[in-house]
């Protein structure tokens, strides 16, 4: 398991499909995220078979849970490029009465601390929406810098909005653990 302050990131679980349907298709949930369509169970569970798949060395996907062993949601790196040693990081905290808590934000400093001092990655990476303003404080406090952004990339909420792209490397994290 890869410990936080406040959370404890574990590996996906086939019990933790019935959590994850509660925020799936909730559109507030989901609104800063990629999805954009409803999600059935059974493609829920198909997405949770791939995750559970442990030869997959591009794709690692974990469960946040606080240190209660409440799930919170979910976290992963993604496109792990093993000779650039770099990966995009998702996360969702689909639990909305943990918003602004600070548990997004352990867990995102948690898994880099894993990205950056287990598996030796040199750079990580995300995409956030504009209108995500609660996220990209929370990436700037864990040291994540704008690097661009893809100029009205997303429809959402009757018009086009920015996908920013922000970055940290593993020299910046040093500076702020």
Known sequence: ???????????????????????????????????????????????????????????????????DGVYLGGIGLHKINWENRSAEVGIVIGKKEYWGKGYGTDAMLAILEFAFNHMNLHRVYLEVYDFNVRGIKSYEKCGFKKEGALRDDRYSRGKYHDTIIMGILKEEYEKIR
Do not use: C, Q
């Not at 406040?6 to 590996?11: E, H, L, Q, S």
């Not at 609104?31 to 949770?48: A, F, G, I």
């Open 1 to 67: 398991m890869i410990e936080g302050k406040k959370v404890r990131i574990r590996a996906v679980e086939t019990t933790d499909l019935d959590e994850i349907m509660k925020w799936v298709n909730d559109p507030e949930v989901i609104d800063n995220l990629l999805m954009r369509y409803p999600v059935s169970r059974h493609l829920e569970e198909k997405w949770l078979e791939k995750a559970l798949d442990t030869s997959d060395m591009r794709n690692k996907a974990f469960s946040i849970e606080t240190k």
